[in-house]
């Protein structure tokens, strides 16, 4: 019947993707849910609950349900799934859709449950999960089906996936709880240390986008970035350079590298020699931080490119699992 959508989901700690076959990404919003602490009623999900983001009165709560790519909190995430299905499928709609989700490789049983459930919740009529490494790469058209080894790098806002992809199966994957929310913050700490400026996440993350690089870069660029004095508490305008970004992120991007290392090191030889030759490919959102993939083909030795639109690829490669259930079985976990 051709009524039964299917719709695929990114659920991301940043952002949430809804893929749906034929029409490609169709929603892309902050994974952000405005609720009243009064009657805990939901005043806004997405992009409209995110301009709210350390800017609401002591009434209205504007938070991230999902923290390092796991639900922290059940109900919300419900909610806000629920609110996205809706809004994919359109205002009226008679069958409830199958829905596929991509979670993070690490998870566990138990927050495997919870991710179904809230699927449920939201109105599904059967939930599929499957790994957000193995999407990743079905998105950015690797042919994993393949004998061959296929390493892929997934930079998320909360969590970082490695993992090397052979016969539709992980052979050695790591997953660090690293991405972009880490960088911000880290980014946010060194201004206030290094320049007495409290300034919050959003602006962090602007300056991350706007001139933040993995590598110390020849030609520097510079922003004005706007805050709080932490001594006089009054507004105060700096300027904040690329190399105190890089600076800022020195940890946070060491914990990515090392994390790629221990994959390596699992991976065994028949397949190593494959990733040699084809290279690492990354995706995620954070994956495009200038010069990300040259500190990864520095740090390890091996070409590290990034794909097309990483942003998407984990949604990408959803839509595509589901639009071919049968070929990809074998990678896909619990179903109900």
């Known amino acids: 019947m051709a009524f039964i959508k299917k719709i ?3 659920l991301g700690t940043t952002n949430t993707l809804v893929y749906v076959p034929r029409r490609g990404i169709v929603i892309n919003e902050p994974s952000v849910v405005a609720i009243s602490i009064v009657d805990k009623k939901i005043l806004a999900v997405g992009v409209e609950a995110k301009e709210m983001l350390g800017r609401t009165p002591d009434t209205i709560i504007a938070s991230r349900p999902l923290k390092d790519g796991v639900i922290a909190d059940y ?3 419900a909610a806000m799934l629920r ?3 809706n809004k994919a499928l359109g205002g009226i709609h008679i069958f409830r859709p199958e829905v596929m989700v991509a979670v993070p490789a690490g998870i566990t049983s138990t927050e495997r449950r919870a991710v179904i459930d809230a699927t449920m919740a939201a109105g599904a009529k059967a939930a599929y999960i499957i790994k957000e490494p193995i999407v990743a790469a079905i998105g950015a058209e690797i042919p994993i089906g393949s004998a061959s080894g296929h390493m892929v790098i997934d930079i998320g806002g909360g969590t970082s996936e490695m993992a090397v992809i052979s016969l539709g199966g992980i052979v050695a994957s790591v997953s660090v709880r690293i991405g972009g929310n880490k960088f911000d913050t880290a980014i946010a700490e060194y201004i206030r240390r290094r ?6 996440e959003r602006t962090a993350e602007r300056i991350k986008i706007d001139i933040g690089s993995a590598l110390f870069l020849e030609e520097k660029l510079s922003q ?3 805050g709080r004095d932490v001594i006089t508490g009054l507004p105060r305008t700096i300027t904040v350079s690329s190399d105190d970004v890089t600076e800022a992120i020195q940890n946070e991007l060491e914990g990515i590298i090392n994390a790629t290392k221990d994959v390596l090191h699992q991976t065994p030889p028949e397949l190593s020699a494959d990733v040699i030759d084809k ?14 993939d040259q500190l990864v083909s520095r740090a390890t030795g091996v070409p590290a490119y990034v ?6 690829c984990v949604a990408k490669g959803t839509g595509i699992a589901l639009e071919n259930l049968e070929s990809y079985k074998r990678s896909i976990l619990a179903m109900r």
């Open 195 to 200: 320049y007495n400026l409290a300034i919050g």
């Open 224 to 226: 004005e970035v706007r």
């Open 8 to 10: 695929g989901i990114d």
């Open 83 to 85: 609110y996205f299905v």
């Open 307 to 312: 794909a097309d639109e990483p942003l998407l």
């Open 75 to 77: 109900k919300t995430t």
């Open 279 to 292: 290279g690492v490919i990354m995706t995620g959102g954070s994956s495009q931080l200038r010069n990300i």
